[in-house]
């Protein structure tokens, strides 16, 4: 007989020789994801302000409000999750953790230690603007406590001994804390982020008057053609990649590009969240999965050619054309065909890494 223990919406697994920790309800991990965006939009809202108010001196913010209030609150949703592990009021009880949480737990205590830690550099050093914002120590301090925090239900549906699971409303927390997670990293890569190009200034990039420029914004594109596709072969790695699943990463990272660009690039958002559609029709076509390496790696080339292909025709089939002073400019073909290639095959690349090929056990003749 199976014995289940109610704990805060938590449910204990079947005992065993070994205790065993509690798993969090499906309902546990919806409140934490939901309350992690919170946290996140506030962030976003932070970078924006950085990005566009001009001469910001001051700690106390409104978007610093969003922010610290979201952390409030989603720390104490965590410690509200966790707290049949913290009855003795001595030494936590790890066994008594939530699978997924005890990480989360120490990443709440250290955010509140680099909250602190960043109110004393801005009292010291001053407020920071655009991309110093990205190398501050207090900074990525914070940003790494609350990738934690807010992944917390990718790692409990992740550590769970459960049947195996398909489809994106049993996944729907893991997934929505994954694209929350990849908010995160491309937020503080933004320096290297291709989706905060504006359609002229891609047009500009794929006709070559500056190679500069072009350089800059080809690096860029690699560099996030990573961020994309590199939850989706997460997924792969444990599931089969559930289908929407691309279309609420894709989302949430158009929409974090757009708010730190001023809202200068929505028709260029637009195209990305066309690319996830037609990735989400990629994979319920292809099923990738690590079980199916081939699939998986034809899902990650196609996936990059379908996303940066769609995002280049948007540029110009939804954004104004572009004039010089000598008439309207034209695409170079090498890289208007060729740039998608490229990332095609840095999306194969990162599937073989992801799920490298088995070696075969050859026999002594």
Do not use: C
Request: glycine share 8%.
């Amino acid at each position: 007989m199976v014995n289940i223990e109610v704990l805060s919406g938590t449910e204990a697994a079947p005992s065993g020789p070994e205790p065993v920790r509690p798993i969090t309800s499906y309902r546990t991990d919806l409140v934490m994801v939901l309350l992690g965006a919170w946290f996140t939009v506030g962030l976003m809202l932070d970078a924006w302000a950085h990005n566009n108010v001009p001469g910001l001196e001051t700690f106390f913010t409104p978007w610093h409000a969003v922010f610290y209030w979201g952390f409030l609150v989603t720390g104490g949703w965590i410690a509200w999750t966790v707290r049949p592990a913290l009855r003795g009021g001595g030494r936590p009880d790890l066994r008594a953790m939530p699978v997924g949480y005890a990480s989360a737990s120490v990443a709440v205590l250290a955010f509140a230690l680099f909250g602190f830690g960043d109110f004393t550099w801005h009292e010291v050093f001053g407020i920071e603007q655009n991309i110093d914002i990205l190398f501050s120590p207090t900074h990525l301090g914070l940003v790494v406590s609350m990738f934690v925090i807010v992944t917390t239900p990718l790692r409990a549906a992740w550590l769970q001994d459960r049947p195996a699971v398909s489809g994106l409303r049993p996944l729907l927390p893991a997934v929505l804390a994954l694209a929350l997670g990849s908010t995160l990293v491309l937020l503080f890569l933004q320096y290297g982020n291709a989706l905060t190009f504006n359609a002229a200034s891609v047009q500009v990039a794929l006709s070559n008057p500056d190679e500069g420029f072009t350089g800059r914004f080809v690096s860029a594109l690699v560099l996030t053609n990573v961020v994309l596709l590199a939850p989706l072969l997460l997924l792969a790695r444990r599931w089969v990649v559930p289908v929407g699943s691309a279309t609420i990463v894709y989302a949430f990272l158009a929409g974090l590009s757009t708010a730190v660009s001023g809202f200068e690039n929505v028709t260029m958002a637009a195209g990305v969240v066309v690319g996830g559609i037609g990735v989400d029709l990629l994979a319920w076509r292809l099923r990738p999965s690590a079980d199916a390496p081939r699939r998986l790696r034809a899902f990650a080339a196609l996936a990059a050619l379908w996303t940066w292909t769609a995002f280049f025709a948007t540029a110009y089939v939804a954004g104004e054309a572009v004039h010089f002073e000598r008439g309207p400019i034209t695409p170079t073909p090498e890289l208007l065909t060729g740039i998608p290639v490229v990332a095609a095959l840095v999306g194969l690349l990162l599937a073989v890494l992801v799920v490298p090929t088995q070696p075969v056990r050859a026999e002594r003749a």
